[in-house]
């Protein structure tokens, strides 16, 4: 049955409201200090890679999950894997519940990841309204922020009185956005073109990747969505250390969660600023520029996180979601006239699997230097920053170099 033009049009509508649910987390400013209630330092960093690499394994299997069986059925799935999740984190007492219930929110991100732009994008199309789509996905991506940023002060607040209201908090909007995909209607692909069988789905997909363009997207993505991650890997122990000082002591325990929320939620508000000025940015500097200095600025961050343990740094962790918000709708935009309807969430999908492994392996490396040690102390934190901020500069100055290959493409 074809969807009709309303119900399509109740899709882009709908849209921006189901990122607004699926994006309230309020468990975002305290999940650190959950988990260091419960585990040591490094059994907590060892759950954080556990979350990347869950995503990691079933990135692929869920953007083929959409292409294949369609793109309302997997966000319905994403969000009731998310309601699960939440159900353990509440009830967690050891790192075997933790384990299970990071395994469970990192499949409910990876169902969702692809899944909602392709479901947008393929609404669009069906409407013959290609050419709205990096302004959808704009809009979609200020509705997300400012729903972060919100939530982050819920969960800050929570998190005073008892950590796991944040979680419990989070089940409630992971619920509302299972009714917002009851609400969707699946909309046609090109030619009403099914997913191939999953190894040849997979070899079309990749086939992408051999484009010179692609291949610096995926390259460009990896990077950004790693260092991106640090910060926000690592900003809460920050604040802990912050906490132990004498002229800081007003960060202590009992402050931590509602300082990390405030922190956290002006760092989303300034994704949802970031969103809203990257249309203007994009047609003044251009794709290649644009992209380039938001990896610059993470790197900034991570480097000055690494240098002093000093209330003034938070200020640049604020400034985390700003450059890849602005550079999410450009990037996507980009991407759509080189990707078939039918491989768009796989494709995606391979985008964020090869993002969440990176980091994942990343973390743990960088559990190494940390596991093992009885409480977190100031070297340790600054010895994994540096080494990030080091990295990060190297790899930028590989991407720059790499960018001149496709620059008529990045204009």
């Known amino acids: 049955m074809n969807p009709t033009i309303s119900s399509l049009e109740r899709n882009v509508r709908l849209f921006p409201r189901y990122k607004a649910a699926t994006s309230f987390s309020p468990w975002l400013p305290v999940f650190f200090l959950y988990f260091i209630e419960h585990v040591t330092l490094g059994e907590a960093v060892l759950l954080g890679s556990t979350y990347y690499f869950s995503a990691f394994l079933l990135e692929v299997p869920s953007g083929y999950c959409s292409d294949r069986f369609g793109r309302r059925l997997t966000l319905t799935l994403a969000s009731i894997m998310t309601a699960l999740a939440c159900v353990l984190f509440v009830l967690a007492d050891s790192y075997v519940l933790l384990f299970a219930a990071q395994a469970l929110l990192a499949a409910g991100i990876a169902f969702q990841s692809g899944s909602d732009s392709a479901l947008l994008y393929d609404s669009l199309r069906a409407l013959g309204r290609e050419d709205e789509y990096t302004m959808r996905e704009t809009i979609a991506q200020k509705w997300s922020m400012t729903s972060l940023a919100c939530s982050c002060l819920v969960g800050g607040a929570l998190g005073t009185i008892d950590l796991r209201l944040a979680y419990l908090v989070t089940l409630f909007a992971a619920l509302f956005a299972v009714t917002q995909c009851v609400s969707f209607t699946e909309p046609s692909t090109e030619s009403d073109e099914k997913a191939l069988d999953f190894i040849r789905q997979m070899k079309r997909a990749l086939g992408y990747f051999s484009s010179p363009f692609l291949g610096w997207i995926l390259a460009f993505f990896v990077l950004g969505f790693s260092l991106e991650h640090v910060p926000f890997e690592f900003y809460q122990p920050y604040l802990k250390l912050l906490g132990e000082s004498s002229v800081t002591s007003w960060l202590a325990s009992n402050s931590a969660p509602m300082v990390s929320g405030i922190v956290i939620s002006i760092s989303m508000f300034g994704g949802a600023i970031g969103a809203a000025v990257s249309q203007r940015l994009i047609s003044r500097i251009g794709l290649r520029v644009l992209l380039l200095t938001s990896i610059a600025i993470q790197v900034v961050i991570i480097a000055g996180m690494s240098i002093v343990l000093h209330p003034v740094m938070l200020s640049l962790i604020m400034f985390r979601n700003f450059s890849m918000s602005m550079a999410r709708g450009p990037m996507l935009g980009a991407i759509a006239p080189y990707v078939d309807s039918a491989q768009r969430a796989t494709f995606l999908s391979m ?61």
Do not use: M
């Open 351 to 411: 985008l964020s699997l090869a993002g969440r492994a990176a980091f994942s392996i990343a973390l743990a490396l960088l559990s190494v230097l940390v596991i093992g040690k009885e409480a977190l102390n100031w070297n340790a934190l600054s010895q994994v920053l540096v080494l990030a901020a080091i990295v990060g500069v190297l790899a930028l100055c590989a991407l720059y170099f790499y960018s001149r290959n496709v620059a008529s493409e990045l204009q």
